[in-house]
């Protein structure tokens, strides 16, 4: 039982980085209709920055301010130079120049720091808790966790109580209406992209610490997972995102802790699958049919 | 049926408007279309301030391609449109909607992922917020009481008549002068299609609305309209006060099929 308990918090700590990876594919997905391939990368580059920002200054949170910040700004140049250009043809164009971004990243973040691993500093500790006897989350557990609480209500706030998050959303689902309402939808879009991309380094800069540290295809597997519960949760669903990422760090974690970390990411193929034959659109979209 | 309350030219209270004075739009030589073989040409009309002006004509006249080039959504290869005799035009389709023009696009655009409070809100955005906002809304739910009784519902789940009610009254929250239609009947039983069409008519003779109306249901539109204007393979063959059209036999059988 105590295997359990410890198994599911770590889980559970995992998975809300999960979520905000995810979120952050949705965030695109939703706004430009691109599964965005190349946001592993970007967000292995804004990690970089607060890796540089946090050495030179011996401050963990101006990194972290400065890889949300430079996050937002790469997103932002990523729609407006490159993305921009390539939408509205073939759904594979965009695939391929997102792949073609990850490339240009990650030989220019080898080239600049080198392939090897450097270690992350963290605010708070990473030795568990024990309570009752039973090694639970640990203080630094419990500030992911925080984070991305305060990021999730956030992001729902905007979307549901904001004449900008109203804006977002018109012109997610129909833009060429939104267009005549006077929605300025390609401004949208740019704006899905720069919080999509700022959502992104955060999640990089809260796990990347507890895996091995800084390289330059250190988001390679986070951006998997998330993508998987991206597609499990509904691609168009933040809520899916959200419940998907805990369920897939759980997943991952029970996994590892019972059966050997070999098959975890087996284990998250294996749902995917499932999900794909069961309900290929994902388990929390449940959008009704558009009309043209 | 019911005939709809205003006649053209009977029971309304400025008939001298339509003569003289400035045009609220004036289109001239307008050629639009798809790819080389334009859709639209050289089409050459005007609505007076405060009409109804009915487009009509058999499918694949160019009647959606006219309202979609005056709201920017198809680029006119030629011609020129004046809104109050400013350039329509030249601006982008998101500031069409600044300079007056509402345009309720063909199968009414409702957004049926939001609510039917958010989709009257995103009209009025572009405009006003806050009170302001939450005032203008209020008002479409005073002229529309279905939608008041609504307003939590999201769009997917509102009946025909009242989506085209939600789009008619998203697009007065944006406190237009002149207001395109693009077949409001579309799918709608005759006695809700009666219903729209007294209340556009309400909505010119109470509030000074302009609307340019395309539509196929011939009878309906042009017993509502002041002007009609038939469209054949994207040129104007005829422009004529309504009830004439509706009574000129030789016409209809030639290009309304009726």
Redesign the interface.
Known sequence: MDHFLHLLSSGLARGAVFAVFALALVLIWRAARIVNFAQGAMAAATTYLAFAVTTATGSYWLGLGAAVLGGAALGFAVERGVMRHVAGRSPLNSVIVALGVVMVLQAVLGIAFGNDYKPMAVPFSMEPLWVAGTPLLSPYDLYVLGAVAVLLVGFGLLFTRT?VG??M??AA??P??????????SRMLTLGWTLSAAVGALAAVLVIPTELGLNPHATDTLFVYAFTVAIVGGLDSPVGAALGGLAVGVLLSMVTGYLGSTLAPIAVLALLVVVLIARPSGIFSA??A??? | MTAPTAAPGSGRSGGGRTGGGQPLLDVAGLTAGYGASPVLRDVTLQVPPGDIVAVVGANGAGKTTLLRAL?G?VRPTAGTALLDGQDLLAAP???R??AGL??V?E?H?V????TVD?NL???G???A?GRDLRAAVDEVYALFEPLARRAASPG?QLSGGERQMLAVG?ALV?RPRLLLLDEPSLGLAPRVVADIMTMLRRLCDERGLTILLVEQNVRSALSVADHGVVLHLGQVVATRPARSLLHDDALRHAYLGF
Not at chain 1, 176 to 185: F, I, K
Not at chain 2, 111 to 114: C, F, K, P
């Open positions: 004449s109203l804006r959303r018109a689902f129909a060429e209406t939104s267009r005549l309402l006077g929605v300025p939808v959008r009704q558009r009309q043209a | 709201s959504l389709v998101e500031h909607v600044r509402a345009h696009p199968g655009g957004i049926v992922e939001l958010e809100r995103l009209g955005l572009w405009r917020s997917h998203r944006a």
